[in-house]
């Protein structure tokens, strides 16, 4: 990947409150859910991170088939990119610290610690987004 190509898709990403990730749920269909995008506002790469609660449903499609795709949209500029990796759950504290804001006690969250807090750590492994009318697509390597 070119670093026009890579701040092209970071542009995008950084623009978005707001990200879709597409599980596959029991009966093997596409689930399709918001995410928060506030720990990737500043992202310098596409090993992107979210928050959630431990014990919810995505959770348990994830430890099933952690294969994901990732839709950023950007409603201001029509922009938007698909990225397609693996959500990884992190268990290591320090990097849960690492991540962690108090702004995220308002979700009900004590801390890094907390055993209700999900980190999840995107891992990508290739992207597709237009330019131009073309399709612009490849593997991360």
Not at 14 to 40: D, G, W
Not at 60 to 71: A, D, F, S, T, V
Request: hydrophobic residues 35%; neutral net charge; glycine residues 8%.
């Amino acid at each position: 990947m070119t670093i026009e190509v890579l701040n092209h898709i970071l542009g995008i990403v950084h623009s978005c409150p707001f990200v879709y990730m597409a599980t596959i749920n029991q009966e093997k269909y596409p689930e399709i859910r918001h995410l928060m995008n506030t720990m990737n506002e500043k992202a310098e790469n596409l090993y992107l991170h979210f928050l959630t609660g431990i014990y919810s449903p995505k959770m348990e499609q994830l430890k099933k088939n952690p294969k994901i795709c990732l839709y950023f949209y950007d409603p201001q500029t029509h922009r938007s990119v698909r990225l397609f990796g693996q959500m990884k759950i992190e268990d290591n504290i320090v990097e849960r610290g690492n991540y962690w804001n108090d702004s995220y006690k308002m979700f009900g969250y004590t801390g890094p610690d907390d055993p209700n807090w999900g980190l999840m750590a995107f891992i990508p492994d290739g992207y597709k987004y237009y330019s131009g009318g073309e399709i612009v697509s490849d593997k991360i390597k």
